[in-house]
């Protein structure tokens, strides 16, 4: 008993702690715990099934359920919701079909991902005001959208989990108000690129909103009615996107120690400081190597990763995971929108040195071939010195053009070792000179750079 | 006079080189000769210009002769070849208007680009028998497709070039067969990946012949007919693209050290051996970062930019151009191939370890996600160790893919560094694993990729 291993969460984060730990060692008795009725799905597949480019909430799942139990021989269990950990006898409380059970574990990986915020404002638990964190909340809002009685909507918060359920509510022809307390979009995004993205939501339709608090809803009659800076706007529906915490407490109950937002503090190994306890997935904060620090970034691939190393860990296999560099990247409309590394505010929050930004706007491929669309591109850097990040938008492709700062960036290259790329070109796919090493030219020799 | 500089050469190297020398020193005298009637065009895109999707030849060009001249005092001077180099008495004889002609220079920059490989076969100089590597060739062989004269063809080569001829002549609607004495296409790429790309073309009804010599032509009364291992195949035009050779003659004739493919020798300023005379793009081998040796890869980027370090250096500023490590990309009717650093078996022959090649299948962008399509990746590296190269095929997005690595070879990464890469991920645009990372992780663990 004492050998067993139990997961909490079967997330991607948690799934693939269980799958790496099976991969490992192929006798070990595995459960996982899950809270919701569905696991291993992928989480930021939810905006595309809600706008219908999906079909069935199933097409997210990585496997079903059965492969898992079947195939790996894993004990999953939904419903199932852990309650309160006793790290000193190594036994974790948790409740399934209604009952309080107990579970002895020889090691625990928490991977219970992130919970959406929830502001302490009036209304905001009546039924029509929603997050769509988890495939169950997803399923709930399509089968509304598919009876069609949405018309309008307002959602909460312009990151970019509001932005895409924007996208997605258009596409399904909803009306829409977004409601941002912050000056810009995209709050990890500089000013003057957040501003391109703004322009492409207000370009299709949406009433967008800065800098104006939410302030809660209430119901008119039947109506239902968002409060916004003093306004009273009516609304089918209330979409809540105000971010992610991390779903830590059971961990940081029994005393696990945390860092950035509260997420628990791992090492490499995804050790958490409990005995016994690891972490993985978006309830951790995992050192980012441009900062130099642990820093709090719930994003998919990371959660994958940690969830391997857990588990490869936990099993008694070999791995590490060194961190982050912060590389993201969404659709917002038409524009699909990328960063890695420090934003300029960012790097002038966390920084000694003075950084600076240098921009430049370069092709996504040849400028005579058909669909050639123009690529913004901001380096952020030293004076002549570190690569610090990039953030580039178009409506081009730039997903994996700003991977070649990631990958800079986890070489620990000054902007000055961009001009010496040697980087793929062909006129249907990129331009002679990428954008990138337009912005670097233009970051080492401002005079220099070629028209 | 002693101060003029002279460029050889009106291509992407050489009016970089005479643009980056003008910024650098705004008095200089800059004589540029360019033997045919066009300059400073995208040499790549004539398969388009010639597929019909780019309307007008002038739409290849980076800038008019006029931009030159008028607003960067550049003497461009088309119609005008180089015959003879004297660096003792620092002349140069060419020939313009049909007359030969002197002129004293400063500097010397050749930058004569690359020229077609042409066999010494029976019938070759058939006026029906092209070539197409400058944009007067392209002009010519358009007119005859625009006339629909054109109903079948030969292309001789199977490397890029002749795979985009046969590209363009497909998307014409012109029936083709392309002949190539090596077992498989694009000798630049492993033949496992090869063979995928050979899929491609057959699927599109090209009678691709591999293995096969091609033997030159002759007439049959009006017709002309290709001569391949032994069989005639009637044709309305052949297409030779045997590959590109150096374009140094002027520059070797006078005693300028050369190196592979008899392409000149130069330090990373772009200086060959003789005093005075600088030379860049495709009649140059700069150094391979992976090889450690100079290597003759004749392509659009690594012109450009040695242009711009020969002109800039050559004017009295400062720049390097460290070396190439073999990144290329080319479309082959719907699919993208790319390659950077070694093939396996250039890895074999060139390396004293005995190098790998790992292979793996991912995807373009998230399962679910409409458009989604398969990811080849082949990994070449020592065993566990260095990284040595990198190819991809797909019908989605490779050309950026493959700029991961390219940039991950020039920070000197080992295969097990690329695990920890941090890259972007959104269904859209990429899979939460990057096919990249699965053929890392494969590897290093050979029996823990993720299922």
Do not use: W
Request: hydrophobic share 45%; aromatic share 4%; charged share 20%.
């Amino acid at each position: 008993m004492a050998q067993r291993l139990v997961v909490i969460g079967g997330g991607a984060a948690g799934m693939s702690a269980a799958s790496a730990a099976r991969r490992v060692d192929p006798e070990r008795e595995i459960v996982v715990l899950e809270a919701t009725g569905h696991a291993a799905y992928g989480l930021c597949g939810i905006p595309y099934y809600l706008a219908g480019l999906v079909e069935r909430a199933e097409a997210l799942y990585s496997y079903p359920p059965s492969y898992f139990r079947q195939r790996r021989r894993i004990d999953l269990r939904l419903h199932a919701e852990a309650v309160e950990l006793d790290p000193e006898r190594r036994e974790l409380r948790y409740r399934e079909g209604g009952q309080d059970r107990r579970l002895a574990y020889g090691d625990l990986v928490v991977a219970a991902g992130g919970a959406p915020v929830q502001p302490a404002l009036p209304g905001v638990t009546d039924a029509r005001v929603v997050t769509v964190r988890t495939l169950e909340d997803a399923v709930a809002l399509r089968a509304l959208l598919d009876e069609g009685r949405l018309r309008t909507a307002v959602v909460v918060g312009a990151g970019y989990v509001g932005l895409e359920m924007a996208e997605a509510l258009h596409a399904r022809g909803v009306r829409m108000t977004v409601v941002e307390a912050a000056a810009q979009v995209m709050p990890n995004l500089d000013e003057p690129v957040a501003a391109l993205v703004a322009d492409e939501v207000r370009r299709h339709g949406v009433d967008l909103r800065l800098g104006v608090p939410f302030e809660g809803v209430r119901r008119d009659g039947d109506a239902l009615v968002a409060l916004v800076d003093g306004a009273a706007l009516p609304a089918d529906l209330v979409v809540l996107a105000m971010g992610v915490r991390p779903a830590a407490d059971v961990a940081t109950l029994a005393g696990a120690r945390t860092g950035p937002a509260g997420a628990l503090l791992v090492d490499e190994e995804m050790c958490t400081t409990l005995p016994s306890v690891y972490a993985a997935g978006d309830c951790i904060a995992p050192q980012h190597l441009v900062l130099g620090r642990p820093a709090y970034l719930p994003l998919g691939p990371a959660g994958n990763k940690t969830g391997r190393v857990a588990g490869t860990v936990v099993a008694g296999g070999t791995a590490r995971f060194r961190g982050v560099v912060g590389t993201a990247v969404v659709k917002v409309f038409n524009l699909a929108v990328a960063r890695t590394g420090l934003t300029l505010t960012e790097a002038r929050q966390a920084l000694g040195a003075e950084p600076v930004a240098t921009d430049a706007v370069g092709r996504s491929c040849a400028k005579y071939y058909p669909g050639s669309e123009p690529v913004t591109v901001r380096l952020v850097h030293e004076p002549g010195g570190r690569l610090l990040g990039a953030q580039f938008v178009s409506r081009g492709e730039v997903a994996k053009r700003v991977d070649v700062v990631a990958t800079a960036l986890q070489a620990g290259f000054d902007v000055a070792d961009l001009l010496h790329l040697d980087l793929s070109y062909a006129p249907p796919y990129a331009p002679v000179y990428e954008p990138v090493l337009l912005a670097a030219q233009a970051a080492i020799a401002p005079s220099a750079v070629p028209a």
